[in-house]
């Protein structure tokens, strides 16, 4: 298969137009008409993942985050962003990235899905098609639980060592948003729909603290922590639809230690 049969195959899932309209998604660098044979998936396009495509001699690196956001004026080695590109062109690797699309279609509820939700509803809607769409998912929990006991479920659905918790962990838990990523955007919305936690990454301290005196509780599972869970679900999508393609999954590194 070339790559831009293997873009439609992405797009009818998560069509470009559904990205928000600051992102930058699609086919970022390389040629449409690369035959692929092999494609590496990952949350970023790192020093290390463009390695590890390069050594997995992939023909094409699927990403969540785009590595190119702004324009750009020069392309070299001297700048870490230009020194990526140059590896993949050199390397004749296309490079393609699905952003906020992905997340307006599906890493709302895939993430909602892994907390269990159930008659969930879109906690911030960003079009309007056929049914509301767009960022996160909010519901009524099928049991009460307390915010200790949530943040432990929340480990355990993404697989993580450890998160950061605003709130008292005795709180009482009936409604739960959840938005993958830096969240901090929607905290005003989780509170107008009522959320007793919002479950998301990236909340610095004011966030935090403030969004506990307006009776929210927050779970930090970091952007990463969350939003790893893109890697498998497009390896997934993509294995039951190409026939003589090899899909590769990153390997789950969070991109920091504590210690």
Known sequence: MVCREIIDILERACPKEYALEWDNVGLLAGRDDKEVIRIYIALDATDEIIDAAVSEKADMLITHHPLIFNGLKKIHNRDFIGNRLLKLIQNDISYYAMHTNYDVCRMGRLSGERMGFVQSEVLEVTCEKEIPMGIGEIAVLAQETTLGECAGAVKEAFKLGNVK???????????????????????????????????????????????????LAVIDAGHYGVEHIFIDDVKTYLSGRLNGVQTIAAPIVQPFQII
């Open 165 to 215: 918790i605003y709130g008292n962990l005795e709180k009482k838990i009936r409604k739960a948003a959840i938005c993958p990523g830096a969240g901090k955007s929607v905290i005003k919305e989780a509170l107008r729909k009522g959320a007793d936690v919002l479950i998301t990454g990236d909340i610095g301290h004011h966030e935090g603290i403030d969004a506990t005196a307006q009776g």
